[in-house]
């Protein structure tokens, strides 16, 4: 947590869900009552087949929702891709760019990371920009450089609270059901808050950081709790509305 910023716990569904999903995010948009809602912002990020539908579900609840990924460009000749405009087109408000699993599925770059964030900000989306390092790079002590560097080159000038998110995902914690410690969680969110700070000025002190990588209830109370971590980006927990309640739920009481 850090004081002054609202938190958010955004659910990442990955390559998950047909229609028969809706029926967790209509039980995660019921369980976010006024209480709750004020106290942490919550989204859910479908596959596009389901946005809008997603959308038009949680219309007049807390529930945002987003997109996991959208191309630079607005339109034209990009089988397959989906932009930022058809995103809000959607009534999406979110969009992840730059997860890991699309770096190293799509060969994405910090350059095209960046580009993605602008076409987000164009759109007029909110950016939930991923970094993270690989165990190997973990291992050889190098991830405050790799982080230092993914987030300088993800990320655009211009960059504020209303626009932009950083989402911290050490690439080997994802779906390992491993996490980083307590301790080191909090130093490299410390970091990551010097450079925003050190870049943007007062839009970096109010940036939010989310921690993502195999959180679930039973390791969100202490994982949210630590200075600097503003929410969770959550994998597998968020496809099951009772975890992703439970993960929103540490907030209540604090
Ligand atoms: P898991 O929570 O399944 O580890 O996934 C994390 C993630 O990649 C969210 O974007």
């Known amino acids: 947590m850090t004081p002054d910023i609202k938190p958010l716990v955004a659910g990442n569904w990955k390559m998950n869900g047909a229609r028969d999903q809706l029926d967790q995010l209509a039980l995660m948009s019921r369980g976010l009552d006024d209480e709750l809602a004020a106290k942490v912002e919550s989204a859910v990020c479908p596959p596009a087949t389901l946005i809008y539908v997603a959308t038009t579900l949680s219309e007049d609840t807390p529930l945002i929702v987003g997109a996991q990924d959208c191309h630079a460009e607005a339109s034209g000749a990009h089988t397959g891709d989906i932009s930022a405009e058809m995103i809000a087109d959607c009534l999406g408000e979110l969009c992840i760019v730059g997860h890991s699993e699309r770096r190293t599925d799509h060969g994405e770059t910090d350059a095209s990371v960046l580009a ?66 307590p301790d080191d969680i909090a130093s490299i969110h410390a970091l990551l808050r010097d450079r925003l700070v050190e870049r943007f000025g007062g839009p970096g002190e109010r940036m939010r950081i989310l921690y993502g990588g195999s959180v679930k209830p039973g390791n969100a109370a202490e994982i949210l709790s630590i200075l600097n971590v503003d929410g969770a980006l959550v994998g597998g927990a968020s496809l099951k509305a009772e975890d992703f309640l439970a993960i929103c739920e540490v907030y209540r009481d604090v």
């Open 116 to 181: 993605k964030t602008v076409a987000c900000w164009r759109a007029g989306l909110t950016a939930i920009v991923c970094i993270g390092e690989t165990e190997a790079q973990y291992d050889a002590g190098e991830a405050e450089a790799v982080l230092s560097r993914q987030l300088a080159a993800s990320v655009p000038d211009g960059a504020k609270e209303t626009n932009t998110i950083i989402a911290y995902e050490p690439v080997w914690a994802i779906g390992t059901g491993k996490t980083p410690s």
